[in-house]
T-cell receptor
Framework: DVKVTQSSRYLVKRTGEKVFLECVQDMDHENMFWYRQDPGLGLRLIYFSYDVKMKEKGDIPEGYSVSREKKERFSLILESASTNQTSMYLC?????????????FGQGTRLTVV | GENVEQHPSTLSVQEGDSAVIKCTYSDSASNYFPWYKQELGKGPQLIIDIRSNVGEKKDQRIAVTLNKTAKHFSLHITETQPEDSAVYFCAASISGNTPLVFGKGTRLSVIA
């Protein structure tokens, strides 16, 4: 079974802190994604990566950055956390999309910024 | 870019009844349409998908239909059970390396 593991289920951080959210997948997938989930807004794409060292902005990249130094690991970084970044963060991975393929999600990290 | 609209946002049905969730998309180049189910405390999980060369697909109690001309697709759940209660997301993407674009989700409650 594909497994996407996010390092924390719950996280509480202070305004202004630098926050790292880690995601690891064990299926050798090329593609990895970070989404943010808010009530009434669904899943919104923050950043994605098609390969090691590569990254692309999604729909809401402001205030975030990412790092992909190894194929299995994709990190989301909040440079200076703000209260409006309080949210559920979901990581996903998928094989190369040469046609159309399933995205596998982690269990999510619920981040609260106080 | 692609925009996916999903309705309704909440849906309550009696156990045993059918549930229908509808989505529309904007980009006629989209050709992959998956549906995800998210249970409480978990990440979304694929339950069924359909590609643009197919009009309908069934898997036991769930089915998805696609109307490419009208740019809409629907999820049908028959004989609903309490364990069907969850948030359902539709999505669309263009084949090739484009990420999925999700609808806002439908919270389905099945009342026993």
């Amino acid at each position: 079974d594909v497994k996407v593991t996010q390092s924390s289920r719950y996280l509480v951080k202070r305004t202004g802190e630098k926050v790292f959210l880690e995601c690891v997948q064990d299926m050798d997938h090329e593609n990895m994604f970070w989404y943010r989930q808010d009530p009434g807004l669904g899943l919104r794409l923050i950043y994605f990566s098609y390969d090691v060292k590569m990254k692309e902005k999604g729909d809401i990249p402001e205030g975030y950055s990412v790092s992909r130094e190894k194929k299995e690991r994709f990190s989301l970084i909040l440079e200076s956390a703000s209260t409006n970044q309080t949210s559920m963060y979901l990581c996903a991975s998928s094989p190369p999309v040469q046609g159309d393929t399933e995205a596998f999600f982690g269990q999510g990290t619920r981040l609260t910024v106080v | 870019g692609e925009n996916v609209e999903q309705h309704p946002s909440t849906l309550s049905v009696q156990e045993g009844d059918s549930a229908v969730i509808k989505c529309t998309y904007s980009d006629s180049a989209s050709n992959y349409f998956p549906w995800y189910k998210q249970e409480l405390g978990k990440g979304p999980q694929l339950i069924i998908d359909i590609r643009s060369n197919v009009g309908e697909k069934k898997d036991q109690r769930i089915a998805v239909t696609l109307n490419k001309t009208a740019k809409h697709f629907s999820l049908h759940i028959t004989e609903t059970q309490p364990e069907d209660s969850a948030v359902y997301f539709c999505a669309a993407s263009i084949s090739g390396n484009t990420p999925l674009v999700f609808g806002k989700g439908t919270r389905l409650s099945v009342i026993a």
